[in-house]
């Protein structure tokens, strides 16, 4: 076998060879190299449509590797210090899903934070295993959810011994890490998996200056969102695995529900960020950090506003900080980070990542330049300048505990009616609702709806958060369970 | 032959022939060029496109000078921004009363090949009353409160190193920069092509939102695309036409070869299309 290095990307090589070798295509994509499809072609561009082609000898397929994509994947597994990599095409949301589904089995019991992302809950609707919430502590001031407590974790490992797996999140989209070298300790020693949702994780794989990443503390499968830190095209993500799991038993369980047709596009921007990252990933950081480190200094000058950082550590629930996030408190002017960034988009053409109800955040990465940031803290001192308001009645975001009465499968194909959204306190809800981004949900099916989630829900409405999940997709009806 | 040639829109060339090229680097923002040629004499070029040639800067240092000038006559402290070739601070050196004038360039390599080749218009920048600050001007703006009388935004266009000048984060930073009866001079860019006219009409609908005062002016300026350019007079107090002091500016014995009076005034009447272009903005 040929030598290979961090210094290949086998699968933009085979896409080079197979544009050399000039192929008639009698296969599909239909459009044949873009030809069929002259308008698609001109907007995205000749050499985007010429590589966008289906599985062929030279090109392996991902269903089952067994040339290029392989090779790729070794690369990256390589890279990312983990026994194997999966290539995956539906986002992290299909690599949290597999990841959760290989861990458990219907009726299986799962332990995880409540702030996880929609994609982990939706992962238990398919496979019918129950969530075991651990209650991430809440900061008071910033109304964010934080880490899990190792104590806590551990409570819940003690009264749950038949739990099968720990789910973690490294970091939160805030950039707040739980102790997870200690939690996967505890989790091995207890016969249980420990698995991380890295979908804001992927760059702490390449410096000495971030937390720990999740393979490198024991975790036994990592769901990585390359598309979000590691520069890769949307939607294609990376799941990690380590010796504990079988390779060939996550496959199949990833075979379940990926297409047949993964794109090439997508699995060459793996590939080529993989290189990148493994190659100048540490200089590459590093420039974010001190970009992010200039910002949150600027913006903590502008007066008001608040761009946390490791100062924050408590060494439980906040045991680390991903210093490249910058999020910012900015219910200290008067406004809710939703309509912070409300006005920035519209007022300033700048687009962020999401508001909630006190924080606002703005994702930095491998792509900015410095005249980006300094448009962003001007115009967040603009805002200030112009927009502060003082004596308003704001909304506190407090950890409100979820009362779970039956578990999501259960919930989400039970029988159901559907209520008005404002008379459903005391019944069992059987859908999501949440805020999108971030995507966590404020309601999961089997939970109970409390007049105090419906305050919080009318309140972020109010404020111009954009709610999802229901059936109704406009949030006037609500489905709940009929016989709870 | 040697041929400079700049594309004014994907469809429109204008092409200066060139008898040498006297210089070219790139600089960590951007490529610097300079030309010698015979109709336009010596030709800076930043990027690819044209900045000034001797032979027409007069107009535009003039027209973006001595306007705000003659309505504030009592301006003390100035801002440049961008402008590193130093033709708008050699204007603004024509004013004794002028105290101190404060250079934001954010590319130090313009205002030293500017000092080297461009002599007859960077004279000015040894001038005692002249600072240089090479930075980025948004980020010099947002640490400055009621500290100028004039801001003269010199800068080069809505893409490449200047975008952050056309921002109204940019334009709300100046408003707080300047006195209670400050100006703020910009370059507005053109109104007749398709894509200048929408950078331009941009660039007004921000200042609007911020100004109480917002107009546009005219020039000519022969080797710009179109040939038909605009500056933006913004003002906290002081109306561009209306109560200016015409004599007192004659008082002072400026000479120009562009400015006069009564084109001040008439810059300020705007061709119907050019009009029209921008009540679509303001609200
Ligand atoms: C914590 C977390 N996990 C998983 C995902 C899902 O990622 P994707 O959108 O790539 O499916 C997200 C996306 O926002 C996320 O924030």
Redesign the interface.
Same mark, same amino acid.
């Given at each position: 076998m040929k030598y290979i290095s961090q210094e290949n990307a086998p699968i933009l090589e085979a896409l080079e060879r197979m544009k050399i070798a000039r192929l008639v295509p009698f296969d599909v994509p239909g459009h044949k190299r873009g030809r069929g499809n002259p308008e698609l072609t001109k907007f995205l561009g000749e050499q985007c449509l010429s590589v966008d082609v289906n599985s062929m000898k030279m090109l392996d397929n991902l269903c089952h590797p067994v040339s290029v994509i392989k090779e790729a994947e070794e690369l990256a597994a390589e890279a990312f210090g983990a026994a194997h990599a999966f290539f995956m095409v539906g986002g992290t949301t299909s690599a949290v899903q597999a990841m959760v589904m290989s861990a458990c089995k219907q009726g299986d019991k799962i332990i995880m934070p409540r702030n996880v992302h929609r994609s982990a809950i939706n992962a238990l609707i398919l496979c019918g295993a129950v969530p075991i919430y651990v209650n991430p502590q809440m900061d008071p001031t910033l109304g964010i959810s934080l880490g899990m407590s190792v104590s806590d974790v551990e409570r819940a490992i003690k009264e749950n011994p038949d739990a099968k797996a720990v789910l973690v999140n490294n970091p939160t989209y805030y950039g707040i890490c739980s102790d997870i070298k200690s939690i996967a300790k505890l989790a091995h020693e207890h016969g249980m998996l420990l698995l991380a949702d890295e979908a804001h994780g992927s760059h702490l794989y390449f410096s000495d200056k971030l937390p720990v990443a999740a393979m490198h503390a024991g975790a036994d499968m990592a769901a990585i969102s390359m598309h979000k830190s590691g520069g890769s095209l949307t939607q294609s993500s990376i799941l990690l695995i380590g010796d504990r799991v079988s390779q060939g038993y996550v496959h199949q369980i990833i075979n379940l529900t990926q297409t047949t047709s993964a794109s090439y596009l997508l699995m060459v921007s793996l590939d080529i960020s993989r290189r990148n990252m493994a190659l100048r990933g540490k200089a590459l950081v590093d420039k974010i950090i001190a970009q992010v480190q200039y910002a949150r200094d600027e913006i903590n000058t502008i007066g008001d506003y608040y761009a946390y950082s490791s100062e924050l550590i408590n060494g439980d629930s906040i045991f680390d900080f991903d210093i490249t996030k910058l999020a910012i408190y900015t219910r200290s002017i008067g406004l809710a980070g939703v309509e912070v960034y409300d006005l920035l988009r519209d007022e300033y053409d700048i687009q962020t990542e999401f508001g909630d109800i006190a924080n606002l955040l703005a994702y930095v990465s491998v792509g900015d330049r410095e005249k980006d940031i300094e448009r962003l803290v001007s115009a967040l001192a603009e805002i200030r300048r112009n927009y502060r308001q003082t004596g308003r009645e704001m909304m506190k975001a407090e950890y409100i505990s979820p009362q779970v009465v039956c578990g999501p499968q259960e919930a989400f194909y039970g029988e159901k009616e559907s209520l008005p959204l404002y008379d459903t306190s005391g019944r069992v809800c059987s859908e999501f609702v949440m805020c999108y981004p971030p995507g966590i949900p404020i309601l999961a099916p089997g939970e109970r709806i409390t007049e105090e989630i419906l305050r919080y829900i009318r309140y972020a409405r109010k404020k111009g958060c954009q709610m999802t999940g229901p059936e109704d997709m406009e949030l006037k009806q609500l489905n709940v369970l009929t016989h709870i | 032959m040697l041929w400079f040639t700049e594309q004014h829109t994907p469809n429109v060339r204008f092409s200066i022939k060139v008898d040498r090229q006297l210089f070219s680097e790139q600089s960590e923002f951007q490529r610097i060029d300079v030309f010698e040629s015979e109709e336009f004499g010596r030709v800076l070029t930043l990027d690819g496109y044209l900045m000034l040639t001797e032979k027409d800067e007069f107009i535009y240092h003039e027209m973006i000078a001595h306007v705000p000038m003659c309505v504030h006559p009592q301006a003390k402290n100035v801002l440049v921004i961008g402008g590193g070739d130093g033709g708008t601070v050699r204007e603004l050196c024509k004013y004794k009363t002028i105290e101190k004038i404060d250079l934001v360039e954010i590319d130090e390599r313009v205002v030293d090949i500017s000092k080297l080749y461009l002599p007859k218009v960077a004279c000015a920048l040894e001038d005692p009353r002249v600072h240089c600050y090479y930075e980025?001007g948004?980020?010099f703006?947002?640490h400055v409160e009621d500290e100028y009388d004039l801001i003269i935004v010199d800068s080069t266009d809505p893409f490449g190193?200047g975008? #952050?000048l056309f921002?109204?984060?940019?334009y #709300?930073?100046c408003f707080?920069a300047l006195h209670e009866d400050g100006i703020m001079v910009n370059q507005h860019e053109s109104p007749f092509y398709q894509e200048d006219a929408y950078a331009m009409q941009r660039a007004h609908k921000r200042i609007c939102?911020s100004f109480p005062i917002s107009r546009v002016y005219q020039v000519h300026i022969p080797t710009y695309p179109s040939g038909h350019w605009l500056f933006g007079f913004a003002s906290r107090k002081y109306h561009p036409v209306k109560e200016v002091n015409w004599q007192a500016w004659k008082d002072l014995r400026i000479r120009c070869r562009y400015y006069n009076c009564p084109l001040h005034a008439g810059s300020f009447a705007l061709p119907n299309y050019v009009e029209e272009l921008l009540r679509d903005v303001e609200d």
């Open positions: - | 980025d948004l980020k703006i947002r190193p975008e #952050g921002t109204k984060e940019f #709300g930073n707080k939102h």
